[in-house]
DNA sequence: CCAACGTAGTCACACGTGTGCATACATGCC
DNA sequence: GGCATGTATGCACACGTGTGACTACGTTGG
């Protein structure tokens, strides 16, 4: 009961008041076959009565681990990584680990110099969602043995470890949504910024249009950056095609909505003069209006797998394979057949 | 250039390297003024080449403080929150604080817990968003002196250091925005959750009303969760009532957004058939159909400024205020004069 | 009764870094 | 030349915890 105002009392503070040696005090603590019975709950009841709390960072001086992980994203206040990021943690924190949150803001010295702190804070494992950087991860786990973890890795180079969702695949079954309805004059509103996602997306858009026989027409194809900002500014310049898409594919949600902000503006309506159909199926894809067609990525899920793979990392299992996760595709309201056909 | 592929090197490795003391190296990479320049920049280098890198954990142990700061949240998944968490991090990056990052779903429970671990790891400072646990972070700061910011805080009982948004204001200027245009008929949808900040806007709300002669309707006060599903469901209620109310404010802009949708599902027009205003200014509010009126908060700022006041308590300035942000007022497409009088 | 043995606890060291104090050496002054 | 002064470096300890090796003691078996 008797709390120590100063400083928070340590394992010497505990043998000093029970008697015993501070190697006995550990042992208790950790419930030691070594240490009797009686004297090691009578230790507990004084550790807990004095508030003692081992302290972490000693520990992890001695036994080399932290049970803590670093992760490394873009900027959390992207919705899709928000939801990555609270399936790591829920995993994590499962299992008594705790995490390192750091912004790259895509900015691959800003990532660099992240993973370096966290090297130096003793990490036992790190995962990078969106990573730019190629080769650095590797060198880090060469040299200092770390495990690390991509997810929606944007580097094409492979890497040893890592957690994707199947973008060709997925963005194949959207476009062939559209093309089965009708539709013939499809566009795709690009990222900028997402390298390796957005070329497979880019790619699954071309298989779908070759293999429905539609020719591929490079002014249907214009950049946005992911965000909704650049969805508005893309669309507008599909708008003021001489012959504008019937249907507009999307890099993902953000874009979508911007699109459809920008399609509203001009008076237009949503499906019945242009279909639209986003990427990833954040939440507000499911309050929108009307609902946005997508296709969904199990965002939490990605992020468990991930923790889950570090964890198998850590443990010492070597034999990991990288994981793949199937896209799902979700048809709402905001796709339909095209004027010509429908009329 | 030589790279040790088993063990980081440690600073005796250095010194051997060097040959010389370990305290020389430890010296020379602080640029202490007791150590040769000229042998300074010679262990710099050697240091350098062989990726020698200063363990935090055993600096910690010495040095007695981590520069490390843990960061509570309900669940970084809410849009609010993650962009809180933005700019806690953008703040502590630049002064070299690494952040842990814990979610506490809205148990109490789980917060102690995410608070006991970081005490463990004897983080410098916590933050702690939304808290609904009252008396807890003052003991933890009585006693081991770890200085807690809460931001946004949900408990009524006032706490030392805070940060938090001018909630009365805030939602007092939006009702009464509604009643300048004609609205008599308004109803607030509440959060369940949000003990503080809900009943600090239901106090604005009936603040405006009375100031302006309108008798508080009981009926016109329902629950939601703060959620979008919370908000459509109070919708639905609210459009069962004999007389429904011709304006809608609504806790945040989540729960405005499933009010939206609900509208929209019944065939019925925002802004002419019910206006709508929401709280937070999510990007998302940009975005809807039609734009979202609300009353915005500096999400960014918030966390910037309980970072900002973190910093000042850990460097042992003890007369830090809370702080009151004021609240902003944005008026965009969802509201206008009820039927009766435009018409 | 003594040796062998099992049990409960202590001692000492390790983990990697920072720092007060002592020391060795060079320099300057009287 | 001896002494005070200053400078560059090494020694030893501290931070708090975990653990292998060792010891003291009580018990058992021959």
Tied chains: 1, 2.
């Excluded at 950056?225 to 969805?231: I, P, R």
């Excluded at 954040?282 to 199990?298: D, E, K, N």
Aim: net charge neutral.
């Amino acid at each position: 009961m008797q709390a120590h105002r100063t400083k928070p009392p340590t394992i010497k503070d505990i043998a000093r008041l029970a008697s015993v040696s501070h190697s006995t005090v550990s042992r208790a603590l950790r419930n030691s076959s070594l240490v009797d019975p009686k004297t090691a709950s009578r230790i507990q009841q004084i550790a807990r009565d004095a508030g003692y709390r081992a302290s972490a960072v000693a520990r992890s001086l001695v036994t080399q681990e932290t049970r803590t992980v670093g992760v490394v994203v873009t900027t959390i206040a992207d919705p899709f990584v928000a939801e990555v990021v609270s399936g790591i943690e829920e995993v994590a924190n499962q299992r008594c680990y705790s995490v390192f949150l750091t912004e790259s803001k895509t900015d691959s010295e800003l990532e660099i110099k992240a993973v370096h702190s966290f090297a130096d804070r003793w990490v036992d494992g790190i995962i990078v969602t969106s990573s730019r950087v190629g080769s650095l991860h590797f060198k880090l786990l060469s040299e200092t043995k770390v495990p690390v973890v991509l997810v929606n890795n944007q580097h094409s180079e492979a890497s040893p470890h890592s957690v994707m969702i199947q973008n060709v695949e997925g963005s194949r079954q959207a476009v062939q949504h559209l093309i089965r309805l009708g539709h013939r004059r499809i566009a795709y509103i690009r990222d900028r910024f997402g390298y390796q996602s957005d070329a497979e997306r880019l790619t699954g858009y071309r298989a779908a249009l070759r293999h429905a026989g539609v020719t591929f027409s490079k002014e249907l194809v214009v950049y946005g950056d992911g965000k909704a900002e650049g969805g508005m500014v893309a669309m507008r310049t599909l708008l003021g095609l001489q012959d504008p898409p019937t249907a507009v594919f999307c890099y993902n949600d953000m874009t979508a909505l911007g699109a459809l902000r920008c399609i509203h503006d001009e008076r237009l309506q949503v499906p019945q003069d242009i279909s639209l159909v986003g990427f990833d199926d954040l939440f507000i894809a499911s309050y929108t209006h009307p609902r946005l067609t997508t296709v969904r990525q199990p965002k939490r899920q990605l992020g468990q797998l991930a923790m889950e793979t570090l964890l198998k990392l850590m443990s010492g299992q070597d034999s990991v394979d990288s994981i793949s996760v199937p896209a799902e595709l979700v048809v709402r309201e905001s796709t339909a057949p095209p004027r010509e056909v429908s009329e």
